[in-house]
């Protein structure tokens, strides 16, 4: 979640932050809450080109929630579905960039549901943060409870790790048998502070940005852990991440991992932050995971 043009307006948001720290700090929150330079559908990606054609053969359906509404795509596998699979892209992404996994999950008798976030491809809004979110999600999957399993990338991973954990007001659990997480962040508090950094708020400043995430999720900025929803939940997930990640560092994926027994880490060097969904090793692993809950470490 980097925004290196906000830089060019720091020393702005600097003075205005000492003027006036709360209003500063709610305008810095939703700058830190709206996707900027989302990520190219390349038609000729061979990976992408794949993708938009499985994608074609989805239900697709537009799914209303209390803020807006979100686009959601429904695979269904050859026989009886075993389950429901939920898929939540990342940051900038939007659904179609999941679709490595659909065909390992479908081959495992899996129903697979996807969506995209919040101001994301074919979803309305401007905004996204994990209130939201969670309340997308919550709307998409009502009628698949409760879920064999979700597999998340990024921003999404926490969004993920939250809903399974009920760590938004008002929405509870999601009930949820496994957990995938996929070059996945583990404090949110931590790129808050960054984000903070980055554009120049002070210390008041701050702490009306995260006031601001108190008043939509009821929660603190700083209950939004990653490690603490696995250790909450106890649900079995498997952390996959790769050791040259540049966007989300690869200790996030050791403090997930931290979590308990319940949780195995899979490195997966050199796949990067995006290149790591176009691998179908690591499509296997989440599929063979989410099917059998064996040991993933020589996928």
């Not at 509404?69 to 389950?83: C, I, M, N």
């Not at 554009?199 to 209950?223: D, I, Q, W, Y």
């Not at 308990?260 to 692993?285: E, N, T």
Request: charged share 20%; proline share 7%; net charge positive.
């Amino acid at each position: 979640m980097a925004y290196p043009a906000l830089k060019v307006i720091r020393p702005v948001i600097r003075l205005s932050s000492a003027l006036s720290p709360r209003l500063t700090g709610r305008f810095a929150f939703r700058l830190f809450c709206t996707p900027i330079g989302h990520a190219r559908v390349d038609p000729a990606s061979p990976a992408i080109r794949k993708a938009l054609t499985l994608f074609e053969g989805a239900e697709t359906r537009i799914v209303g929630h209390c803020r807006g509404y979100v686009r959601s795509f429904t695979f269904e596998p050859a026989g009886a579905a075993r389950g429901t699979v939920l898929l939540i892209h990342g940051w900038t992404g939007q659904a179609i960039f999941m679709g490595g996994f659909v065909e390992a999950l479908l081959e495992e008798g899996f129903r697979v549901l996807a969506l995209d976030l919040p101001a994301h491809g074919g979803s309305g809004g401007r905004q996204l943060n994990v209130p939201l979110a969670v309340e997308a999600v919550s709307a998409v999957v009502r009628d698949h409870l409760p879920l064999a399993g979700i597999v998340s990338h990024s921003f999404g991973g926490a969004i993920a790790m939250a809903a399974v954990a009920g760590g938004v007001e008002n929405f509870p659990a999601l009930p949820c048998e496994r957990l995938v997480t996929v070059a996945a962040p583990d404090a949110m508090q931590d790129y808050g502070e960054a984000f903070s950094r980055a554009v120049g708020l002070t210390r008041k400043g701050h702490r009306a940005f995260e006031n601001r995430v108190l008043e939509l999720a009821g929660r603190p900025m700083a209950s939004f852990s990653g490690r603490a929803y696995l250790a909450q939940t106890q649900i079995p997930a498997l952390v996959i991440h790769a050791p040259d990640d540049r966007e989300i560092p690869f200790s996030d994926a050791e403090k997930l991992a931290s979590a308990g027994p319940q949780v195995q880490l899979l490195p997966v060097p050199g796949f990067g932050h995006r290149r790591i969904l176009m691998a179908p090793s690591v499509h296997r692993a989440a599929a063979r995971f989410l099917a059998s809950g064996s040991d993933v470490s020589q996928a």
